[in-house]
């Protein structure tokens, strides 16, 4: 089970980029006394019941004050991604967690990302093969920076139960948090693996630039996102736009590559293209790896 680094921070954290302390002339008291103030937290599940060995998703459910934002797992330029810990019985197997597209706070190199409103969380899940009959508890603590003028940290823990489903009998599902947690899966950046889908193009060259195109529809802009791997950054700090022309976007983004930064972890360029709006998005995730110095790549194949 993971926490928010333990770096002192203070209740109201006003010294981050881009923040600053209550505005002039704002009531003396207004300010929330934490980020628990701010955010309503609510654990779903897709399934009341489980069977030996089933897979079944999580949703955390963030219901945020008007004006008031929490980050992606990448913040940006400053903040910091929520914190999800998970204790669950032995023999079950706990995916990482799945984030809907984000929206960008701010402009250029000052850029935060993250979410206002709402947002679901996801975590994929995989009961014990041994599953023993009786109830199941999954307990979760829950941490998160939430962020104006200033900066709130927010904590919560709960409790999900559910019950093993009898022998002979069929799973069965939570028909309004399953609609739910479908409705936000649709939102989670689609991971473009080996071989890429027709129309889509992205690679590294022997330059270090990574390179994507593909069809952007009826969209008028495309932004890319670092996904924040350490070591592998855009030279560019924050988001960086593409071009659109003809129905078709480009990106041509140099990398900084510093396997010194590495943190022990592979090198590799990750981050998000966002086509359409927040609203109605289209969002891939790019994920390549990457080798320090020069790199033997093919030729880009013709656009078309």
Not at 25 to 34: E, F, Y
Not at 69 to 95: K, Q, S
Request: one cysteine or more; a negative charge.
């Amino acid at each position: 089970m993971r926490s928010l680094p333990s770096i002192l921070f203070p209740m109201v954290l006003a010294t981050l980029p881009g923040t600053a302390g209550p505005a002039p002339g704002d009531p003396p008291g207004t300010l929330p006394s934490s980020g628990d103030d701010l955010v309503e937290v609510r654990v779903l599940c897709d399934t009341t019941n489980l069977l030996p060995g089933q897979s079944f998703t999580i949703g955390i459910e963030y219901s945020i004050e008007p004006g008031w934002h929490i980050y992606w797992r990448n913040p940006g330029a400053n903040g910091l991604p929520p914190e999800i810990g998970i204790t669950a019985p032995e023999g079950f197997e706990v995916g990482d967690v799945l984030y809907p597209r984000p929206r960008v706070f701010g402009a250029g190199e000052d850029a935060s990302y993250g979410y206002d409103g709402e947002v679901v969380l996801l975590v994929p899940i995989r009961a014990a093969n041994d599953l023993a009959p009786g109830p199941v508890d999954l307990e979760f603590a829950l941490e998160w920076l939430v962020c104006k003028r200033v900066c709130l940290v927010g904590a919560a823990t709960r409790t999900l139960r559910l019950d093993r489903t009898l022998p002979g009998r069929e799973s069965t599902t939570n028909p309004a948090e399953a609609r739910l947690i479908r409705s936000w899966a649709q939102r989670v950046p689609r991971l473009i693996g080996s071989p890429q889908p027709r129309g889509f193009f992205a690679r590294l060259d022997d330059r270090q630039h990574l390179l994507i195109r593909g069809i952007a529809g009826a969209s008028k802009d495309a932004i890319y996102l670092p996904g924040g791997t350490p070591g592998v950054a855009p030279v560019q700090p924050g988001p960086v736009r593409g071009s659109v022309t003809n129905g078709r976007f480009t990106f041509d983004i140099p990398l900084s590559v510093e396997p010194e930064n590495a943190l022990g972890q592979p090198l590799r360029a990750n981050g998000l293209v966002l086509l359409g709006t927040y609203e109605r998005p289209r969002a891939y995730e790019i994920d390549l790896p990457v080798v320090p110095g020069t790199t033997s790549q093919p030729p880009a194949p013709p656009e078309g």
